[in-house]
Nanobody
Framework: VQLQASGGGLVQAGDSLRLSCAAS????????MGWFRQAPGKEREFVAL????????YYADSVKGRFTIFRDNAKNTVYLQMNSLNAEDTAVYYC????????????????WGQGTQVTVSS
């Protein structure tokens, strides 16, 4: 199983970005998909997850109302739409796949993408 995250970049505060996570070697619909992020000098933290069917998205409080996670199982891809970005969103963003179901902790995820850098200038 390989996950390829993309879509990061350098934006200004208030801008939007859409991250993508494309899977190969498996059928993505079998997994709960999550996004995590790691800012410089900080621990990796949970951002959002989406269940197998695409329902019940769940978000960290810090991104609720600004970020939207959704999936296109036909394209084997999960997305993270990020709006109203601010400097605190600057981090490397990772997508991950879990066979265990709903989970906000890293150990619950079996496969990880390589990360994509998001930098928000204020």
């Amino acid at each position: 199983v390989q996950l390829q995250a993309s879509g990061g970049g350098l934006v200004q505060a208030g801008d939007s970005l859409r991250l993508s996570c494309a899977a190969s070697g498996t059928i993505l619909s079998r997994y709960v998909m999550g996004w995590f992020r790691q800012a410089p000098g900080k621990e990796r933290e949970f951002v959002a997850l989406i269940t197998w069917s695409g329902g019940n998205p769940y978000y960290a409080d810090s991104v609720k109302g600004r970020f939207t996670i959704f999936r296109d199982n036909a394209k084997n891809t999960v997305y993270l739409q990020m709006n109203s970005l601010n400097a605190e969103d600057t981090a490397v963003y990772y997508c991950a796949a879990s066979r265990r179901g709903f989970g906000i902790y890293q150990y619950q995820y079996h496969y990880w993408g390589q990360g994509t850098q998001v930098t928000v200038s204020s």
